[in-house]
């Protein structure tokens, strides 16, 4: 298969702390660092979120634009994906960082079970976001918790309301929604495929099942995500020391199924971007 597989590196997410693991980013100048040696390593997307100074979640545009900026400066080329999700913000504030323009965002279309709360995404959030994106040139990346996610996603595509190229991540692992299910990804890829044949999909597992999922997305032939939101560690005995440490990891599971890892330019042009500059 000589299709290049895009990573992306999650860097920061809502939930994970120094507490958890050392090595997670959580200061604007600590996720441009991070971000940096997982783009050297193999990363051509970063999909990130901003903390407070107590690294409990955050919206706040001004540290999303000094990341952008610092992300811009160090790391040029790769693709820039900010976080409307719900625990750092609610209503419209989740989609406060909209106007910075980065490539891309993240938008959840439907609602579903988290560990300890229903995450909720309402159809006129859900639309009011879709049409910041719009108003923006940000293409979202549609992460899917369940299957009628997918579904809403290729329909709300073919009716004009999300902008860009229709790009879908299964999400699979978190507790009370979509488990970690090997006939549940196939038909994942089988409704794709059959429906939305031209979009792109990749796949995030939670934990441990990262690196399952890793592999599952790569040996199908889609896109990939990894990074210390999704999980802390290398193994039940060791914490990751790096999100870099991840993406090479990720990278030598495309080596052994003869994937070429794809290049920022490569990702831009697989999702119908500009190049960077244009």
Not at 190 to 205: N, S, Y
Not at 220 to 240: C, F, K, Y
Not at 256 to 264: D, K, L
Request: hydrophobic content about 40%; overall charge negative.
């Amino acid at each position: 298969m000589t299709k290049p597989c895009i990573i992306c590196v999650a860097i920061t997410g809502s939930l994970p702390t120094k507490a958890n693991n050392p090595a997670v980013p959580v200061t604007v100048e600590e996720q441009i660092e991070s971000t940096h040696e997982a783009f050297e390593a193999g990363a051509s997307i970063v999909h990130a979120h901003v903390r407070n100074d107590d690294q409990t979640p955050s919206s706040d545009p001004e540290k999303f634009a000094r990341l952008k900026e610092g992300l811009e400066k160090h790391c040029p080329g790769m693709i820039i994906q900010f976080s409307t999700g719900g625990r750092s913000g609610a209503g419209q504030a989740r989609g406060g960082m909209l106007p910075l323009a980065p490539d891309m965002a993240s938008l959840s279309v439907g609602s579903n079970n988290f560990p300890t709360r229903v995450y909720e995404n309402p159809p006129d959030l859900v639309n009011w976001l879709a049409s910041e994106m719009r108003q923006y040139n940000v293409t979202p990346e549609i992460e899917a918790f369940d299957l009628s996610h997918i579904l809403q996603a290729i329909r709300m595509h073919g009716e004009g309301l999300l902008p860009g190229k229709l790009y879908v991540q299964f999400v699979m692992g978190v507790k009370n929604a979509m488990p970690v299910d090997r006939d549940v990804f196939d038909f994942y890829v089988k409704t794709m495929r059959d429906r939305a044949p031209h979009a792109e999909w990749c796949a995030a597992g939670i934990g441990p099942n990262q690196i399952v999922v890793n592999e599952w997305s790569i040996a199908a032939g889609g896109h990939t995500r990894t990074g210390l939101e999704d999980n802390v560690r290398l193994d039940r005995d060791t914490l990751a020391p790096s999100n870099a440490a991840l993406v090479r990891r990720t990278v030598e599971l495309c080596d052994r199924y003869e994937r070429p890892v794809a290049t920022w330019r490569q990702a831009r042009e697989i999702l119908q971007f500009s190049p960077a500059g244009d």
